[in-house]
């Protein structure tokens, strides 16, 4: 079955260091996300991408984030300057059509320290 | 302004028993509801979901209910088994737009 892969699955970084999370969504998904889960809180939305442009964000996806899809496979999302708070589970998750299933990947835990 | 509430925080159940989870949303316009359902250490995956035109939905031994006029829907699991232990979320979304999602309800099946 296909999946949605994330790279990588735990990493641990210094405040102020830049970080990039990846994500290879499923291969015929035009519509990409990320989601952010704090520890033991709820999934929240950070920004959407379709058709190599930002379609939405939230206001927690400020200018410290960036996302890009540097190829036809790879799905991005970076992190300029970390803070504390940063630390969360990072989900990707992408869609075929705008109002198809979401699936998820398994996320990537980032750990700022 | 939090869009979509959920409730109970937690829930144990017998096994065998019904687990109900409760949802409840503000915006009128959001036209999908679907429950996603989380074991610890991986992402959400899709339980079931549900749009306005119908009241209930069910998949097996899970049933969403909905109530439009109240602006609220549940997830009922019939026959509850400890392999349904896992955190539960709500969600709602305007077409094409982003999905808010409830805070989560840990789900407990005692055998």
């Known amino acids: 079955e296909p999946e949605v892969t994330q790279t990588p699955s735990h990493q641990v970084t210094q405040m102020g260091q830049e970080v990039i999370l990846r994500c290879v969504p499923i291969s015929n998904h035009l519509y990409f996300y990320w989601y952010r889960q704090i520890l033991g809180q709820k999934v929240e939305f950070l920004v959407s991408f379709y058709n190599n442009e930002i379609s939405e964000k939230s206001e927690i996806f400020d200018d410290q984030f960036s996302v890009e899809r540097p190829d036809g496979s790879n799905f991005t999302l970076k992190i300029r300057s970390t803070k504390l708070e940063d630390s969360a589970m990072y989900f990707c998750?992408?869609?075929?059509?705008?109002?198809?299933?979401?699936?998820f990947g398994e996320g990537s835990r980032l750990t700022v320290l | 302004q939090q869009q979509v509430k959920q409730s109970p925080q937690s829930l144990i159940v017998q096994k065998g028993g019904i687990s109900i989870i409760n949802c409840a949303y503000e915006n009128t316009a959001f036209d999908y509801f679907p429950w996603y359902q989380q074991f610890p250490g991986k992402g959400p995956a899709l339980l079931i979901a549900?749009?306005?035109?119908?009241s209930e939905k069910k998949e097996g031994r899970f049933t969403i209910s909905f109530n439009k006029s109240a602006k609220q829907f549940s997830l009922h699991i019939m026959d509850s088994q400890p392999g349904d232990s896992a955190t539960y979320f709500c969600a709602a979304s305007l077409s094409g737009n982003q999905f808010y999602f409830g805070t989560g309800t840990s789900l407990t099946v005692i055998p």
């Open positions: 549900i749009r306005p035109d119908v």
């Open positions: 998750a992408s869609r075929v059509t705008n109002t198809g299933e979401l699936f």
